[in-house]
């Protein structure tokens, strides 16, 4: 009777039993701050974009500056994105099914981005590839251009967003072990096939996530584009920078129409994520036991 009595009081102390208007009142408190900084600003953005009709709307993103955004955004983000799925997954396996000297050594590397401000890894490319650094003279004899230029774009998107796969993959991994692995290897798979047959489908949600993920900060990516594109009107300005310039420059009809667009990407991105979840939710939850 004593251990049924203390179970009983545990149950009634426990965090998952507040009483209804607890649980109400911390329901309400979220919803407010999701509408107050999330679903408000969003419902800003398009009202502002559609104000003046859907056709100075539609006008507004055929400006021949805002269709070179668009076009250079895109561009970037198909090289940057593919390029950090393989760090990413080379990153992952390493330290996931390997020990190694170095390993947490890159593990932090990995999180850099994060600790990181974007404009300082903007600077840092500047002085990597700049006209005053060592890289920077031999770069101009041959007419290589980095800076000003999309690859220094490109290479600073790559810089801000190669955390996301990486860390999106490397728990999964750690948590589903090599057992599948070394049981591929034993029956005579060679390393290829072990990773296509085995490895890859045992990653491919986790993976996508983390290409949904690092696509979405890849398109929406400011502070170190930035300062390595030199915001060359129709050349080097993505969609984040054409905005800021269409709204310095008081067309805010086209910066809001533009801004629409970067929140529209957005929202396609978290639909995509939950319809996922949705519709194989159980088999995400059995990657995520590890089998």
């Known amino acids: 009777m004593a251990m049924a009595a203390k179970s009983h009081a545990r149950r009634q102390t426990s965090p998952t039993n507040e009483p ?3 649980r109400w009142l911390l329901v309400i408190v979220g919803l407010l701050f999701m509408a107050l900084f999330i679903v408000l600003p969003v419902v800003a953005v398009f009202s502002e ?7 100075v709307y539609f006008q507004s993103l055929m400006q021949p500056d805002a269709l070179s955004a668009i076009r250079l955004t895109l561009l970037v983000a198909v090289i940057a994105v593919p390029l950090n799925v393989v760090f990413g997954v080379a990153a992952s396996w390493a330290i996931a099914k390997f020990e190694f000297k170095g390993k947490a050594f890159l593990t932090t590397l990995i999180d850099l981005p994060f600790s990181v401000s974007p404009v300082i890894s903007g600077l840092v490319y500047v002085l990597l590839f700049g006209s005053g650094s060592v890289l920077g003279p031999w770069l ?8 000003f230029a999309v690859p220094g774009i490109v290479l600073a998107t790559i810089f801000v967003t190669f955390p996301f796969v990486a860390r999106e ?11 599948d692995e070394e049981a591929a290897l034993s029956l005579g798979a ?9 490895t890859l489908p045992n990653i491919k949600w986790g993976l996508l996530y983390g290409v949904l993920l690092c696509n979405a900060r890849a398109m929406g990516e400011f502070g170190a584009v930035a300062v390595v594109s030199g915001k060359i009107r129709g050349q080097t300005t993505t969609m984040p920078l054409q905005v800021e310039m269409f709204y310095n420059e008081y067309q805010s009809t086209a910066a809001f129409a533009l801004a629409s667009l970067l929140a529209l990407l957005a929202l396609v991105t978290l639909v995509l994520k939950t319809a996922l979840e949705w519709r194989f939710g159980d088999e995400l939850a059995a990657t995520g036991r590890g089998h």
């Open 169 to 179: 993959l490397i728990p999964l991994m750690q948590d589903q072990g090599s057992g």
């Open 49 to 55: 974009a559609l104000r003046q009709g859907i056709g």
């Open 20 to 22: 209804l208007y607890v």
């Open 140 to 147: 101009r004899s041959y007419n290589i251009e980095i800076l």
């Open 190 to 198: 060679s390393g290829w096939q072990t990773f296509w047959r085995v």
